[in-house]
Structures are given as structure tokens and as C-alpha cells.
């Protein structure tokens, strides 16, 4: 069982519960407002409880010990999760996310928190050489969040992305371990 506590926040392994609360927020509420920011020009298929999970218990581990999702929670509540997906295993490079699925705690530094631990976590038991982030130029504060903790714009893609009938850029930001080391140095 994975446990990371921050100053608010925890990441840890999903429970049942857990599962239960993911699977609601994903294919049951009506408002899926989570999903007006997350990938928003993503078809989500829909699945029934038992398709979802059976996928979420066939999901590998990055590594040894290091799941791909963790949940977030705020005294002992979920909120959403953090997670990551290969891109290239011969550089050593995940492709990191969050989606705080309770918009009660949007804007209140929750998701930068969690993301901030995740980042640590999965430089801390891993040998990963860098770790990417993509979004849309619509979520604006997913990119504050992800330049707050030392991420680089390192691709625009223009007019990539249709929200709503308009068009946004993709947009992917990234860090390498050298400049997390740094970051740690600096803020001891």
C-alpha cells in the first residue's frame, strides 16, 4: 500500500472505494465537469462497472513497486488521481497527468500539491530521465501548475485541438531529472 503523505494531500493506492468513487465520477456524474478541462477532445468510451475493473486490475506497474495511478485524497476523500503512461521505455520517459475530478477543491492548490508528490514520487523510486505533461491551450491552469513546478514548454502545436467548435494548440511541457535534482538542492 503506497502512501505519500503532502501538507493536505495523499497519494495512495486505490481501495475499493476508491474504485467505486473513480468509476462514478468518470461514467456516472451528470456534470463530468472534470472533463471539460481534462482532454475534453478525447472520446471517453463508456464501460460498465465490471469492464472498469477488470481494466483497472489488468493495468500494469511502470516499475517494480510503481503503479501507473494513484488516488488523491484530502482528509481521507477522494478527489481524483494522478497517474503516468510510457512514451519511450529506451529514454525513460512517462507522460504524467492529474484530474482532480471534485471541483470543490479546484484553485485551492490541492492539484498542484498532488501533482508536486507525484513528480517526486515517481523520480524518488524510479530511474527515469525525464517526465512529460500534455494539455490543451484552453487549460490554463493546468499549465501554471506544471510551470510551477519547474516544467518547460517544450511544444505548441497549433490549432491541434478542437473544444467546443474551437480550435486550441496542444501543448506539452516536461523536466528532466537534472533540473528536479536542482530544484530539491535549491529548496533545502
Avoid: C
Amino acid at each position: 500500500m503506497i502512501h505519500k503523505k503532502g501538507r493536505r494531500v495523499i497519494l495512495r493506492t486505490a481501495t475499493m472505494e476508491d474504485l467505486e468513487a473513480i468509476y462514478y465520477w468518470k461514467y456516472v456524474d451528470k456534470g463530468q465537469s472534470a472533463k471539460k478541462w481534462n482532454g475534453p477532445y478525447i472520446p471517453e468510451k463508456q464501460m460498465t462497472k465490471n469492464e472498469f475493473l477488470k481494466e483497472w486490475a489488468n493495468d500494469e506497474q511502470l516499475f517494480e513497486g510503481v503503479p501507473s495511478t494513484l488516488v488523491m485524497a484530502v482528509n481521507d476523500q477522494f478527489i481524483g488521481v494522478v497517474g503516468a503512461y510510457w512514451i519511450d521505455k529506451n529514454t525513460n520517459w512517462l507522460e504524467t497527468g492529474i484530474v482532480t475530478y471534485n471541483s470543490e477543491y479546484w484553485n485551492g492548490g490541492y492539484g498542484s500539491e498532488a501533482y508536486s508528490l507525484w513528480i517526486d514520487y515517481l523520480f524518488e523510486k524510479t530511474t527515469l530521465h525525464r517526465l512529460g505533461m500534455s494539455t490543451w491551450s484552453g487549460n490554463e491552469r493546468m499549465m501554471r501548475v506544471a510551470e510551477k513546478l519547474g516544467m518547460q514548454l517544450e511544444a505548441k502545436i497549433r490549432d491541434a485541438r478542437i473544444v467546443d467548435g474551437k480550435y486550441y494548440d496542444a501543448i506539452k511541457m516536461g523536466i528532466l531529472r537534472s533540473e528536479w535534482e536542482l530544484q530539491k538542492v535549491n529548496h533545502h
